[in-house]
């Protein structure tokens, strides 16, 4: 089946640092270029704010709870 909505922009960019910066032994001059290529993307696609998927009303103050 198909996906009816379209991709989050810079997606496969932010899925792949990510991914990097878990995997063992970590690889900092990968992550480097990965970090590079989305920071390349962002300015490209002129993305002013990421969000996860239900946040997209809650404010990102941190919670004053201990």
Not at 40 to 57: D, R
Request: charged share 30%; proline share 5%.
């Amino acid at each position: 089946m198909e996906e009816s909505g379209a991709k989050p922009v810079c997606a496969e960019e932010s899925l792949a640092l990510l991914n990097c910066v878990t995997q063992s032994p970590y690889d900092e001059d990968k992550c480097l270029r990965l970090l590079h290529s989305l920071r390349h993307c962002v300015l490209t696609k002129k993305v002013k704010k990421f969000s996860l998927a239900g946040q997209e009303k809650q404010e990102t103050k941190p919670s004053d709870k201990a």
